[in-house]
């Protein structure tokens, strides 16, 4: 099993899975078709193999061409045949409309309807195959009521597994209580994601280690862990390399919104019980990122027109 992060938009990931002994591939999160990437210049893909987590190979992609997803699957020389979409939100989801149109026979698959293009909706602990990659559907609301997260290991083989958590865990973090209650949120963190083996792999849905690195100290300062994985991410944005993936284990010590059970996490939050300590620390990070420089109306409208979600008005 190979896997192929793709930066696209503003700081997402879209991921191309390939079974390398029959070629074919899955898609993860196809976003919005029109740009891969904010900035000028190319489109750098990274290849990931899970035995070693090691880069094997970058591509660079003109940003004039319309659909980047499948000129990377040219490249590749595989059969893409379906998408596995984590939720509904357009970042993650408006380019299925576009790549089943290029593709026919295109199987676009989620939990929840409101995602583009829905060819089957999935139920929580449904298992899927491709070649000899195995997919187990983990229904993880609290981002949103129907996300879901993709768990996928390789028969006779020594790789760890990876889980494509989307916007229900990120690296240090986890996505906005949008839709469910804390306590919801919490099974899908906690009793979920959290009890997955420790060596899997986690591929989230966006890149905002930094920030979340400095919320969790803000939340532990006194956590070795997180100074460390700070100190790396740093170097890793100095570097403009993506810090995904991390691995469970890792999560688990540094990830605040994984450790809602520690006493540091609970004297923050002035909470005792997880379900409750995790609403606290939503809210304060909501807070947190508030405070750093906000995004105005006026450039969320921009980016939105540039990533061809907004239409320029016809001349009458």
Same mark, same amino acid.
């Given at each position: ?10 700081? !997402? ?11 074919? @591939? ?24 899970? !035995?070693?987590?090691?880069?094997? +190979? ?32 357009? +970042? ?13 026979? %295109? ?9 583009? /293009? ?39 083989? $020594? ?5 494509? #958590?989307? +916007? ?19 099974? #899908? $963190? ?33 956590? !070795?862990?997180?100074? @460390? ?9 100095? +570097? ?37 300590? %995790? ?6 990070? @909501?807070?947190?990122?508030? /405070? ?25």
């Amino acid at each position: 099993m190979k896997v192929k992060v793709i930066p696209v938009l503003e700081d !997402n990931y879209m991921y191309l899975v390939i079974e390398e002994h029959t070629r074919e @591939a899955v898609a993860v999160d196809v976003a919005v078709p029109k740009r891969a990437h904010p900035l000028p210049g190319a489109l750098c893909t990274r290849a990931w193999r899970p !035995n070693t987590g090691s880069h094997l +190979d970058h591509l660079h992609l003109p940003n004039s061409h319309p659909f980047q997803l499948l000129e990377i699957v040219g490249r590749e020389g595989v059969s893409l045949t379906t998408v596995l979409t984590t939720h509904h939100h357009w +970042d993650h989801a408006r380019g299925n409309t576009e790549l089943a149109r290029l593709l026919p026979g %295109l199987v676009v698959l989620g939990a929840d309807e409101r995602i583009c /293009a829905l060819t089957r909706r999935l139920a929580h602990g449904e298992e899927l195959r491709f070649g000899a990659i195995h997919v187990r559907c983990l229904l993880t609301p609290g981002h949103t009521s129907g996300h879901m997260s993709y768990f996928l290991w390789e028969d006779e083989c $020594l790789d760890p597994p990876a889980v494509f #958590s989307g +916007d229900a865990l990120s690296v240090a973090g986890c996505g906005s209580c949008l839709e469910t209650t804390a306590q919801q949120m919490y099974h #899908s $963190l906690v009793e979920t994601l959290g009890t997955l083996p420790p060596e899997t792999k986690v591929f989230c849905g966006h890149e905002h280690t930094l920030g979340n690195l400095e919320f969790a100290q803000k939340v532990e300062p006194c956590n !070795n862990h997180v100074k @460390a994985k700070l100190s790396w991410a740093k170097k890793r944005d100095e +570097d403009d390399v993506p810090t995904v993936p991390s691995t469970l284990g890792e999560e688990l010590l540094y990830n605040p919104f994984l450790r809602v059970a520690e006493e540091p996490v609970c004297k923050f939050t002035g909470k005792v019980a997880p379900a409750e300590v %995790l609403e606290v620390l939503c809210r304060e990070r @909501a807070s947190f990122e508030q /405070a750093a420089e906000p995004l105005q109306p006026q450039a969320r409208a921009l980016l939105a027109l540039q990533w061809g979600l907004l239409s320029m008005p016809r001349p009458k």
